[in-house]
Each structure stands twice: as C-alpha cells, then as structure tokens.
C-alpha cells in the first residue's frame, strides 16, 4: 500500500512560480511517478512523468515551464512550476505506479491569477 500526500498548491500571480510537492509512504519501490491536472469542466491531463532510472518526459503544453524532480531519501517528488499562467489553474494530482497497482493523491488546487 502507498499513501500519497499533495502540498504546496494555492493561489499565486501570473508569471509567477510554485512548487507542489508529493509525499509517499509504504515500502515498495515506485517504478512510475506522474504529475496529472484538471482544470474545470476539462479532462485530466498528464503533465510530467519520472520513470524509475531518473528519466522525465513532459506533456508539450508545459515543456520548458514544469519541471518535475524527486529527493529519494524523502521519497518525495516535487512539480516546479515556473511563468505560471492562468490556463494552469487546476487541481494537481500524483501519481505513483508500483508494481500493477496505481495510486493517486487526494489533489490539490492551483489558481493562478492574472
């Protein structure tokens, strides 16, 4: 079993920057970490994967802005989110793969304002 706890999110300016930070617990080994969002009324979207070996891919939306990074000691994985506009208002989401079984975080909202 892991347990994912989201914090970092709320309300920030345009051009502005945040950090979300997604927390595990449990024993396993994650091969899989996912940053996903939603914004209302629209569909959940990935936006950043780590894979296991350190790798990361974006989704084209963010590249350049989001950056997604890990401190394994913590067994924390971060979301920076630079020049923040305000189409990435949305609540934001990780997502850990271990093994079969997928797991999510209850999410957390960002808002940015113009």
């Known amino acids: 079993q892991v347990q994912l706890v989201e914090s970092g999110g709320g309300l920030a300016q345009a051009g502005g920057s945040l950090r979300l930070s997604c927390a595990a617990s449990?024993?396993?080994?994650?091969?899989?970490m996912r940053w996903y969002r939603q914004a209302p009324g629209k569909q959940r979207e990935l936006v950043a994967v780590m894979f296991s070996g350190g790798s990361t891919s974006y989704a084209d939306s963010v590249k350049g802005r989001f950056t997604i990074s890990s401190d394994n000691a913590k067994k924390t994985v971060y979301l920076q989110i630079d020049s923040l506009k305000p189409e990435d208002t949305a609540v934001y989401y990780c997502n850990a793969i271990v093994g079969q079984y997928n797991y999510w975080g209850q999410g957390i909202q960002v808002t940015v304002s113009s």
């Open positions: 449990g024993r396993r080994s994650v091969n899989v």
